[in-house]
């Protein structure tokens, strides 16, 4: 083979490389289960008739509502032993008989801040972008 030929066939095969590691996602996985992507979602608190907070929150995949809340609200996100007991300087009690309900896309969450995971199709809760993250402080008997 001429230097032609060999030059021509090393620059193919290194373009087929760099075109299967782009469509594999670098070997990471698949299903949306990559470490490291930026999500974007949607997160109101209200109190009653007050809305506290609303505004689109960036996390990062694989880390958890509660890690996505305290970046986004420092210490107006108050969490204790897995409950979150104060937002935006509001919190739940029992003497007014009142706690922070957990709603994802309009649904009563089946879980807590610390069980749901930032686009992950492994968890049993997720969080996937363009998600709806309702905080509303209620009232219990």
């Known amino acids: 083979m001429n230097k ?18 782009a469509f594999s996602g670098c070997g990471r996985g698949s299903g949306g289960n990559e470490i490291g992507k930026e999500i974007y979602f949607t997160l109101t608190i209200t109190d009653g008739d007050t809305l506290l907070f609303d505004e689109v929150i960036h996390a990062m995949q694989g880390k958890t509502l509660a890690d996505a809340m305290q970046s986004a609200l420092g210490d107006d996100f108050v969490i204790q032993d897995g409950f979150v007991t104060e937002l935006c300087g509001v919190a739940g009690s029992a003497e007014d008989k009142t706690y922070w309900a957990l709603y994802v896309n309009e649904e009563y969450a089946q879980a807590g801040v610390m069980d749901y995971i930032m686009l992950d199709s492994r968890a049993k809760y997720q969080i996937v972008p363009d998600d709806k993250v309702d905080f509303i402080l209620e009232s219990y008997e």
Do not use: P
């Open 4 to 21: 032609r030929t060999i030059r021509t066939a090393a620059l193919a095969l290194a373009l087929l490389m760099a075109l299967s590691l």
